[in-house]
């Protein structure tokens, strides 16, 4: 992505970013001692009106990126304005806000409801999203909202039942755009687009650019200003894989936590079911574990994420939902038990921990199984983790090397060319076994 070269590219201060005092004084109490990168480039741009897109994960800073503007232009439009938009308007949107999942709009209204205590209630932000009620969402949209963080689904609900309109609509986000659409939002976000004004700022933010979020944003954004940043200073997070022997994950993973005495662990595995089945071996080896996945209702996935978030809960074993947009502060450990099917879950998995510059911790636990598919994800990350093993739980050398020999070698697609791949050579199966 190429950069726009009027953009400030060193961190300055807040006070240098043109933001007002209500704002600075928050976060001064917030204790955001410089803006991260990716607000450094791009509030000084999207408060003088600029189109946006941003390559960037959460862990980045985002957040406060599109809400401090957003805060501080809606407290200048006039009051006057202010009072046609409720009038004229009925259920007005100033300030429309889109995400993938119900934990991120809470989240981001959240954030943002916390950046604007210093307007002492002048701004009314609302978090709507499905799996709670309705009737509550259309009550507090009553008389519209100042800015709105939806997830789209619900929020079209919201429009046919005339509870919100967006024909008033001056800045739009689009926030994690990639997850949105390969979560299958994709109609759902066109019906949206079509229904808000052609004269409006939008600000994009994704953390990869496929073709479909590349369309999206030929066909939104007004000679945007780019802005591409890294989450985090890599330093703060060690990564690292451990091989283990086909199925003692559990008891690696008991261990891990018993030993170490992670204040938190959060544990990633591929299906809703697993989550329980792990949580059960667990509890048989004394770990209680709370599950969090997408057939818990959304009560229950509220209690339990605020439950991890206090600390009340020590270990929570997710699927992917929880991998994108949570932000739990000070995590310290993010485990994979399974590994992510795609690399970029894995990215936003260890993003987890190790987030806003604190030191962080992601394992991968691997048995011969995860080799093809961990070379994968090391390759299309970029990253390249030494195999480690857990003192105790060694693996057994001898059956590793005679099931590693006996993989299957990556299928290559169809027409590549290339020669088709041999077995694992002795070199790579020593360096599985750390043997090297
Ligand atoms: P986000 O990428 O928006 O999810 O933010 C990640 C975390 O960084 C959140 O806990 C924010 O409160 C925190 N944060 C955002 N900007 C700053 C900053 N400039 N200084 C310190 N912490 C920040």
Same mark, same amino acid.
């Given at each position: ?99 993938? &999942?119900?934990? @991120? +709009? ?9 950046? /604007?205590?210093? #307007?002492?209630? $002048? ?24 800015i709105v963080v939806a997830t789209p689904g619900r929020l079209l609900d919201l429009i046919s039942s005339n509870a919100v309109k967006l024909d008033n609509v001056k800045t739009l986000v689009l926030d994690e755009a990639d997850r949105m659409l390969s979560l299958g939002f994709t109609e759902e976000l066109t019906e949206l687009l079509a229904l808000l004004p052609n004269a409006k700022q939008t600000l994009l933010f994704s953390a990869t650019f496929p073709e479909k979020v590349s369309a999206l944003t030929q066909n939104l954004l007004n000679n945007p200003l780019e802005v591409q940043v890294q989450s985090r200073d890599a ?14 994950? &559990?008891?690696? @993973? +008991? ?9 938190? /662990?959060?544990? #990633?595995?591929? $299906? ?165």
């Open positions: 992505m190429t950069s726009d070269p009027t953009v400030n590219k060193s961190p300055a201060s807040f006070n240098e970013l043109g933001l007002i005092e209500p704002l600075l004084a928050r976060l001064t109490e917030l204790n955001y001692q410089q803006p991260t990168p990716i607000q450094a480039q791009a509030i000084p741009g999207v408060l003088a009106g600029r189109d946006l897109i941003a390559g960037a994960n959460t862990g980045s800073g985002k957040t406060a990126t599109f809400a401090l503007p957003l805060l501080q232009q809606i407290d200048k439009l006039s009051a006057r304005q202010k009072a046609t938009d409720k009038t004229d308007k009925g259920n007005y949107v100033t300030g429309l806000v889109l995400v993938p &999942t119900r934990e @991120l +709009a809470k989240q981001v209204a959240d954030s943002i409801k916390s950046y /604007a205590v210093h #307007f002492n209630g $002048a701004i009314k932000t609302l978090a709507v999203f499905g799996g709670v009620s309705t009737n509550k969402q259309m009550l507090a949209l009553r008389g519209g909202a100042d330093s703060t997070l060690v990564q690292r894989a451990f091989t283990v022997n086909k199925g003692e994950k &559990t008891q690696v @993973l +008991a261990h891990l936590i018993q030993t170490n005495l992670w204040r938190q /662990a959060l544990i #990633f595995v591929n $299906a809703k079911n697993s989550c329980k089945h792990l949580a059960e071996k667990l509890a048989k080896r004394g770990i209680i574990a709370e599950v969090f996945h997408g057939d818990k209702g959304q009560g229950a996935r509220s209690r339990v994420l605020d439950g991890f978030k206090s600390g009340e809960i020590d270990v929570l074993i997710a699927t992917d939902i929880a991998a994108r947009g949570l932000d739990i502060e000070k995590l310290p450990v993010v485990i994979n038990f399974d590994l992510p099917r795609s690399p970029s879950d894995y990215m936003h998995r260890i993003g987890r921990s190790g987030r806003a510059g604190e030191v962080g911790l992601a394992i991968s636990l691997l048995d011969y199984e995860d080799y093809n598919h961990f070379k994968v994800i090391e390759k299309k990350n970029k990253i390249r983790l030494e195999r480690e093993q857990v003192e105790g739980f060694e693996v057994d050398e001898i059956i590793t090397a005679e099931l590693l020999k006996a993989l299957k070698p990556m299928a290559k697609p169809e027409g590549s060319g290339k020669k088709k791949r041999k077995n694992l050579s002795q070199a790579n199966i020593d360096i599985w076994l750390n043997k090297s």
